[in-house]
């Protein structure tokens, strides 16, 4: 059965809608995940007992590592979700910030994006040792995947629906990231661009 590709509203709250929720679903389930990861399973008996809480089954430590990557991934999805919503708001004529007004603020982000995927590098290498391969190898993938979201929001589209609008495209976002096809600007970098020049 295919999906029925939203268009132009449509979209626009779909978007806002629910990237939104997957930044909130995303860093419950980590949240989640970790617990049960780090549960003291030994203490189970003692648990059904009464003799120790549920709070002291979940010795939870932050694992900076691979919260930081899922964090900021959730730090992008808030901040698209939110432009999603003032995009909608300004097609419906509602209240809503201006072309001018997004560019400013977004160039900002921008930044402010750019200087937190830096500070991951150094704070990468300095607790790494203290990690396990798995968690590594699991940050490593999610801060290239909040990259790519980056580049998705900030620079040049990466989101294509196939021809029969079954899902997202994989293969055409591939082929601009490595070059092989050219990209066009996504719609929020448009809008940087346009605060640039009137700036100037």
Avoid: D
Avoid at 90 to 107: D, V, W
Avoid at 184 to 191: G, H, I, M, T, V
């Amino acid at each position: 059965m295919a999906v029925k590709k939203r268009k132009g509203k449509e979209e626009l709250v779909y978007l806002a809608k629910w990237e939104f929720i997957n930044a909130l679903l995303i860093l419950f389930l980590y949240m989640a995940l970790t617990s049960v990861v780090q549960m003291r399973f030994g203490q189970l008996e003692a648990f059904s007992a009464g003799q120790v809480s549920f709070l002291q089954l979940l010795p939870y430590q932050l694992n900076w590592v691979s919260f930081y990557p899922v964090l900021l991934l959730c730090i992008l999805l808030l901040i698209g979700s939110f432009y999603w919503y003032n995009l909608l708001n300004r097609l419906q004529r509602k209240r809503a910030l201006s072309k001018k007004q997004i560019g400013r603020l977004y160039s900002m982000l921008n930044l402010g994006v750019l200087g937190l995927f830096v500070l991951y590098i150094p704070l990468f290498l300095l607790i790494r040792t203290q990690t396990s391969l798995l968690e590594y190898a699991i940050a490593l993938f999610i801060y290239l995947f909040s990259i790519i979201e980056y580049i998705n929001y900030f620079h040049i589209r990466l989101s294509f629906y196939t021809k029969r609008a079954l899902g997202l495209s994989v293969t055409k976002p591939l082929n601009i990231l490595l070059r092989q096809e050219e990209g066009s600007p996504s719609l929020l970098a448009r809008e940087i661009a346009f605060y640039k020049r009137k700036r100037t």
